[in-house]
């Protein structure tokens, strides 16, 4: 995905990028690959890829959820910092942390934040299910199978907010053994399945919304 087409495919979506954005952006892409020959974080790593697979993904949130207000979100195992970084940058609005159980990523994470001057967004080293304050929302992106997720992520999510699962084909792990089990303790507020541009491989945002 070049840039043009990045820019193209975010605007269906009601995302319109700053010059500052895209720099930003692009600023994030080159620390992440100079940081990548050091410590293992991610394989994807051509420039066109990581704009599709990394940052475009990462923005698919908005399907889900309106990103325009004053949300606080955590983003559980967020690894090279997906989706957390690239939302921040382009919502600036959102108060963000970011969990992860690796030292070392999340003192590259700081860095990161560091380095592109960001505000309002904290790396947390911690397991999900040893956090405890509450968010709007909270977001998992290619984290373990739905079942083991809402063992360690429910708890984060206040009263009425909610946990989105960024997954890609969910039909295997949704079983309906497994979505009646949910559907006990939370309500499954909105299931949304799309191909990502381009590739066309399917991806699937499940909202389980906290009752």
């Known amino acids: 995905m070049d840039k043009e087409t990045f820019i ?3 605007e269906k979506l009601n995302i319109t990028l700053s ?3 895209l720099a930003k952006l692009h600023h994030f892409y080159e620390l992440l690959i100079s940081w990548n020959q050091k410590i293992n974080l ?3 790593t051509e420039e066109n890829e990581v704009y599709l697979k990394h940052f475009y993904d990462s923005l698919t949130l908005v399907k889900a959820v309106d990103l325009t207000k004053n949300l606080t979100l955590c983003d559980i195992g967020t690894g090279a910092g997906f989706p957390g970084i690239v939302l921040k940058i382009v919502f600036p609005n959102l108060k ?8 070392k990523r ?8 560091k380095d592109l001057d960001l ?9 999900g299910e040893d956090h405890h304050e509450q968010y709007d929302i909270v977001t998992a992106r ?4 739905i079942k083991k997720l809402v063992k360690y992520t429910m708890h984060l999510v206040k009263k009425d907010g909610l946990f989105i699962a960024m997954k890609g084909n969910l039909t295997e792990e949704l079983s309906p053994e497994v979505k009646k089990s ?10 949304i399945e799309f191909n990502l541009p381009i590739e066309n491989s399917k991806r699937s945002l499940l909202c389980l919304k906290n009752k």
Do not use: M
Request: glycine share 0%; no cysteine.
């Open 96 to 103: 963000i942390t970011l969990i992860d159980s690796l030292q």
């Open 8 to 10: 193209k495919e975010l």
């Open 119 to 127: 505000k309002d967004i904290s790396a947390i080293h911690s397991r």
């Open 19 to 21: 010059s500052e954005q």
């Open 42 to 44: 991610t394989r994807i």
């Open 142 to 145: 290619a984290v373990a199978n």
């Open 182 to 191: 949910l559907q006990n303790k939370y309500q499954i507020y909105q299931i």
């Open 106 to 113: 999340v003192n590259y994470l700081n860095e990161i934040i």
